[in-house]
């Protein structure tokens, strides 16, 4: 395979030692769907293989809604219980304790994240938004993913009047609870950390803050991408970081606090569609790429994908998903496992569309051209506009092997802030491709 031409953009890559042992790799499985049937007692009855080949050349967001719903919106806005200007509050009912109680400028959660689902949501059912994506950004969509769908686009407000129900990532207290196609107190419940241990799945010990074993986690119990996470090693520090919740997201923050796993080798994250007769619609896993346990992005490796997807798929996924099931879920379903030497644990129940999302949908069309490795950044910084890093993007796609895709991007006073996954056959080749990306000189 060929560099990506590096000497023709302006020596913007630096050199890579990297080999695929330098990042942990993983592949999404989806040469065919395996789904779970189950029986009246929520176990598993049978397998359903659907080859996706003779379905259809994609797969989206809507194909795998259509299977419950005639008609609805997607709404993929994030919410949140301190920015008192936000559309989607939830500071009296849902509270969620995403960010501390002081507003952050230019949150991803709130602008960016909202929109990279829009590639891979296809046309059956529109999107809700009232800032819709550029013209240059569709545009990149249609070059890059030419057999994904436009997707259609309502306003917020169009939505909300209608008659269909409202496909959201978390219950909102501004929708009415018949708006909502799952039922909003239930959904509320299973994304609860404290939920976990209720699936009946491995995962690590919970422990009160009178009997907790150090080293322990302190997790704020309703919260995402890592958010409000700490780890402790004594009682001084335990008592420091529920003070520290208690500053950050108010004295009612919920919290667990939960054994602390060492020597952790993997994080894999899984994700399926959950029928409402309770099929298992198998979409892949990853490995989570974490920074001080926030959740940053994923990598992707297409050749690996088996073992890994056997390494969850009894343990955890088929006992999550009859846990779901049993609940009245029905929809997108992330669960995020740890390996390490004394057993592999659920730590992280994500029944929602998730930043992994898209991803999943995506690689398996990339891999049937050969682009089995894939890495994927929830909010890489870039120091120009989002037009001049869609050009960019363009001009390194027509030059090298690889792609990358500009899922979305919106752009701050520092240039912008986007949501980019790029595809290649090697680890080091698609971070060569991120690393041209930002050669500030790229495009005259």
């Known amino acids: 395979m060929k560099s990506p031409n590096i000497e023709r953009v302006f020596h913007c890559a630096r050199a890579h030692q990297a080999t695929a042992s330098t990042l942990p790799t993983i592949l999404v499985y989806f040469s065919c769907f395996k789904s779970e049937v189950m029986d009246p007692n929520n176990n598993i009855q049978k397998t359903i293989e659907i080859d996706t080949e003779s379905v259809a050349p994609v797969l989206t967001l809507g194909n795998l809604f259509k299977q ?5 919106n997607i709404l993929s806005a994030y919410p949140t219980s301190f920015v008192q200007n936000y559309r989607f509050l939830n500071d009296k009912k849902y509270r969620i304790f995403d960010l501390s109680k002081e507003e952050k400028k ?20 529109p999107i809700l938004m009232d800032k819709q994506p550029s013209e240059s950004l569709i545009q990149h969509w249609k070059q890059w993913l030419p057999d994904f769908p436009e997707p259609n686009f309502k306003t917020v407000d169009e939505g909300m009047d209608d008659a269909d129900p409202i496909i959201t990532i978390f219950p909102m207290q501004k929708i009415p609870e018949e708006k909502h196609a799952v039922e909003p107190d239930m959904h509320y419940h299973i994304l609860l950390k404290s939920a976990i241990p209720e699936t009946g799945a491995p995962c690590p010990k919970h422990f009160s803050a009178d009997d907790a074993v150090f080293p322990c ?7 995402l991408s890592g958010y409000g996470n700490y ?19 108010g004295k009612i923050a919920p919290y667990v606090i939960t054994e602390f796993v060492e020597n952790v080798t993997d994080t894999f994250g899984s994700q399926f569609y959950l029928t409402k007769s309770g099929e298992i619609q198998w979409l892949g896993t990853n490995v989570n790429l974490l920074k001080d346990y926030d959740w940053v992005g994923s ?16 343990d955890f996924v088929i006992p ?18 740890i390996t390490s030497p004394s057993g592999d644990y659920l730590v992280d129940l994500n029944p929602r569309l998730t930043g992994f999302t898209p991803h999943a949908l995506i690689a398996p069309y990339m891999a049937k051209e050969g682009l089995t490795k894939s890495l994927f950044k929830a909010a890489d910084p870039h120091d120009c506009t989002t037009e001049e890093l869609l050009k960019r993007a363009n001009f390194i796609n027509e030059q090298s092997e690889g792609r990358i895709v500009v899922l979305f991007s919106m752009d701050v006073e ?3 802030i986007a949501a980019i996954v790029a595809f290649g056959e090697s680890v ?5 491709l991120f690393d041209c990306l930002s050669c500030e000189k790229l495009v005259k």
Do not use: T
């Open 217 to 223: 986690m302190v997790k704020v119990d309703q919260s």
């Open 68 to 72: 419950d719903l005639k008609n609805a």
């Open 231 to 249: 780890v402790v090693y004594n009682q001084e520090q335990l008592d420091d970081a529920l003070q520290i919740i208690k500053d950050k997201f």
């Open 428 to 432: 080091s080749y698609v971070e060569s």
């Open 106 to 125: 230019n949150n991803p959660f709130l602008y960016l994240y909202p929109g990279r689902i829009c590639p891979v949501a296809g046309d059956e059912f």
């Open 299 to 314: 990598v992707v490796d297409w050749d690996v994908q088996e073992d890994h997807k056997n390494r969850v798929y009894e």
């Open 414 to 416: 520092e240039g912008c």
């Open 320 to 337: 999550v998903a009859e846990y779901l099931h049993s609940q009245g879920y029905f929809g997108i379903a992330g669960i995020d496992v």
